[in-house]
Structure formats: structure tokens, C-alpha cells
């Protein structure tokens, strides 16, 4: 688990630019860490952690057209051609506008309007034991999950965390 304190967090009134440059911030300031932070937590104005900004999540907000095509996470688990995925870009005219004009803009977007608002799977108690996080991970597809100490969030507990420890496990299991 990373501690709260060792993660990158924003207000949820903060910009995107800002929640980018937190990012950044935490990075450099926690390069200790074997694997770089991928998200930033959100926090409200009781420093309450509300939700999580993640990488699809700040590209999504880039573009804000996807929030008009509907429930597209359910949609891509069939596995979609290149073909259908590039009617689909065109047909919609997403991401037309240079990269530069499109992060500009969305440099000023405001973070609440577009994080992720975990839901109750992605909640596990610190005392939980490394099988129920795994359990956890697998059946809600999550790239984390925040950890609790009664109803405060206390950490977070990243997918490559727990991988790289189920590889340690493995190395020394295996090896005898």
C-alpha cells in the first residue's frame, strides 16, 4: 500500500492542470518507489477522498464527446475491429483538433466534473488480506483500490503493488 501522505491529491475544484502537475510532484518527490504513480486522488472540501483520477480518465475529459456515445467501457469488451473503432472516430469527428488546442482547453477543465467516484468494490480494509485485494482486482477490473481504517481512507493499493509482490512470492515458492 502507499500511504495517503506519498500520493499525489487535489481538491476537487482544482483544474486538470493542476491535478497533472500534483502528479508530477508526487513523482519526483516519491521516486523511492519501485513503479511511478498513475493516478490522483480527489479530495472534497472535508478532505474526504471523493474519487480518483486516472490516465483513460483525464483523456476521456480531453475529449468530452465520449460522454455523449453512452456506456463505451461495456461496448469494447467485445472486441472491436480497427475498422468499427476508426467509423467510430470519424463518425463522431473526435479528436480533431491538434493536440496542443485540445490539452490547452482541457487544461482548465475542473477535476469534479470528471473523476472517477469509486464504487463499493473498490474499497478494501487494511487488515484485508492480500488474496481478498487480488479477489477484489480481478472481478472489478480496477487498476486500484483505496484502503480503509474504519471510514477513513489511509492509502491506496496499486494493481502493480500486488502484482509485484504475488512475483516475489512466486520467485521464492518456485526456487526451492
Not at 498513475?38 to 480531453?62: E, F, N, P
Not at 479477489?135 to 492509502?155: A, E, N, P, Y
Amino acid at each position: 500500500m502507499v500511504p495517503l501522505e506519498e500520493y499525489a491529491t487535489v481538491p476537487d475544484s482544482a483544474t486538470l492542470y493542476e491535478a497533472v502537475l500534483a502528479l508530477e510532484e508526487a513523482q519526483e518527490k516519491f521516486e523511492h518507489l519501485p513503479y511511478k504513480h498513475r493516478a490522483i486522488l480527489v479530495y472534497d472540501a472535508k478532505d474526504r477522498i471523493v474519487g480518483k483520477l486516472g490516465q483513460l480518465d483525464v483523456i476521456r475529459a480531453l475529449e468530452p464527446k465520449y460522454g455523449d456515445m453512452g456506456d463505451i467501457k461495456s461496448l469494447s469488451r467485445f472486441g472491436l475491429s480497427r475498422k468499427f473503432i476508426s467509423s467510430i472516430m470519424e463518425n463522431n469527428y473526435l479528436w480533431e483538433k491538434p493536440l496542443t488546442d485540445i490539452c490547452k482547453k482541457g487544461g482548465n477543465l475542473i477535476v469534479k466534473d470528471f473523476m472517477h467516484t469509486p464504487g463499493e468494490g473498490e474499497y478494501v480494509n487494511e487488515d484485508a488480506s492480500l488474496e481478498v485485494a487480488c479477489h477484489q482486482l480481478v472481478l472489478g477490473h480496477h487498476q486500484s483500490l483505496l484502503v480503509t481504517r474504519g471510514d477513513k481512507i489511509i492509502g491506496i493499493l496499486r494493481l502493480t503493488d500486488v502484482f509485484n509482490a504475488i512475483f516475489q512470492t512466486m520467485k521464492t515458492t518456485c526456487s526451492l
